[in-house]
């Protein structure tokens, strides 16, 4: 068996990754979000729960699940804190996404990778898709995280790295439309 086509889809905040994601689905990729890979270790991961409970105590608890809110709520606020928890956390999504991708039997494989160039990871992939959008188009999507944009790879040096990006500022159709460009352009013989 042959592997896929690995693809990475990454994109600022609020860019339309996750619509771009679902529209790489629909047309018959198959599809993974490290975004739900974190809430599936947040979850089930036992060890991870542990560090984080040695870390910051049952704060970061609601209910016996961990409280991704306040989690944030430590993370944003303090650097170091950050840091600590990328380093636990990244190991254990980059396992889970490679194993993941080697469970894949379909042509073309896509993981959304929210910080892929902020963590190096743009190397294990075969291609890499950039999804933008204007600063007010997003800023309209924004969920109020936009300190966060200070720490990231700046939009213009994303899409300068990536195989294809896609300005993000139209219709769900003409989403549809790149993503099936980019298919068609990936399965070409």
């Known amino acids: 068996m042959t592997r896929p086509l690995a693809v990475a889809l990454t ?18 990729a198959a599809v993974i979000s490290t975004d739900e ?10 060890e991870l729960q542990a560090a984080l409970r040695a870390r910051w105590g049952d704060s ?9 809110a306040a989690i944030g709520r430590i993370v944003f606020a303090d650097r ?12 254990r999504v980059r396992t889970a996404t490679a194993d993941w991708f080697a469970r894949q ?15 190096g990871g743009e190397s294990r992939f075969d291609k890499v898709v950039v999804i933008t959008a204007p600063a007010d188009v997003r800023a309209e999507r924004r969920d109020g995280f936009a300190d966060r944009e200070e720490r990231l ?16 500022d139209g219709t769900l159709e003409e989403l549809d439309a790149f ?10 013989p």
């Open 37 to 46: 890979v974190v809430h599936e270790l947040y979850r089930d991961d036992k």
């Open 80 to 91: 170091v804190e950050l840091l600590w928890l990328e380093s636990e956390l990244h190991p």
């Open 153 to 168: 790879v700046p939009e213009a040096e994303k899409v300068r790295r990536a195989d294809f990006a896609y300005v993000n």
């Open 11 to 28: 994109g600022g905040i609020a860019a339309g990754k996750s619509e771009a994601l679902q529209a790489f689905a629909r047309l018959g």
């Open 105 to 119: 039997t379909s042509e073309v494989a896509v993981a959304e990778i929210p910080l892929l160039f902020e963590t």
């Open 60 to 68: 970061v608890f609601a209910d016996g699940e961990v409280d991704r």
């Open 179 to 188: 993503v099936a460009n980019v298919l068609e352009e990936l399965t070409a």
